[in-house]
C-alpha cells in the first residue's frame, strides 16, 4: 500500500509496547472501512451482545452534557457509523 505524505498525519505521542517498551510512530493513517469489504466474519463473532440480567429492571441514566465543540464530533461520528451500517438506532 503506497501512501502520500498528505495522508499521515502526525502523531507526536509515543506508544508504549506490551513488554513497556517505547516506540515513536510516524504518524496515524485513517483507512476507509466499509461493511461490505468484511465479508466472510462470522455475524457471531463481530457482532456485540450486551450480558443483561433479564431479572433487573432497566435503568435511565443521567443525561451527559458536553461542550458544544464535542457535540458536533461525536455527532460527526455517530452520523458516519451510521451511514457505514457499523451502528443502528434502537428504540426500546
Known amino acids: 500500500m503506497k501512501l502520500d505524505e498528505k495522508e499521515i498525519q502526525p502523531n ?5 509496547t506490551f513488554e513497556g517498551m517505547k516506540v515513536q510512530p510516524i504518524g496515524n493513517v485513517t483507512l476507509p472501512v466499509i461493511v ?4 466472510g466474519i ?11 440480567d433479564p431479572n433487573h429492571p432497566p435503568y435511565q441514566q443521567k443525561q451527559r ?20 451500517g457499523f451502528i443502528r438506532e434502537v428504540w426500546w
Open 42 to 52: 462470522d455475524p457471531e463473532i463481530a457482532c456485540h451482545r450486551l450480558n443483561i
Open 36 to 39: 461490505a469489504d468484511m465479508s
Open 12 to 16: 507526536p505521542s509515543p506508544i508504549y
Open 65 to 84: 452534557r458536553f461542550a458544544p465543540q464535542q457535540n458536533q464530533i461525536i455527532s460527526d461520528e455517530v452520523d458516519r457509523l451510521l451511514e457505514a
